[in-house]
């Protein structure tokens, strides 16, 4: 088996940089195309996030939990 804890930082940096490049194509949203690629790195965000609390999670309930969420 993996081990998950290399994954966890890996994993905050993914959300930091499409957090990051969200912010920035939110503020071409006059350009064409803008609002999509938006709309798509905001989910590869929340993605992220809800993965990185899916493996911090103790029990089978709280790992279902961030499953769906995701």
Same mark, same amino acid.
């Given at each position: +088996?993996?081990?998950?804890?290399?994954? &966890?930082?890996?994993?905050?940096?993914?959300? !930091?940089? %499409?957090?990051?490049?969200?912010?920035?194509?939110? *503020?071409? *949203?006059?350009?064409? %195309?803008? $609002?999509?690629?938006? &709309? +798509?790195? @905001? %989910? #590869?965000?929340?993605?992220? $996030?809800?993965?990185?609390?899916? @493996? #911090? !999670? =103790? %029990? +089978? $309930?709280?790992? &279902?939990?961030? $499953? =769906? @969420?995701?």
């Amino acid at each position: +088996m993996v081990p998950v804890i290399p994954f &966890v930082p890996v994993l905050l940096v993914s959300v !930091a940089i %499409g957090s990051a490049a969200t912010i920035l194509a939110w *503020r071409e *949203r006059p350009e064409p %195309g803008a $609002t999509p690629l938006s &709309v +798509m790195l @905001l %989910g #590869q965000s929340w993605w992220s $996030t809800c993965i990185v609390f899916k @493996l #911090q !999670a =103790d %029990g +089978m $309930t709280a790992k &279902v939990l961030w $499953t =769906d @969420l995701a």
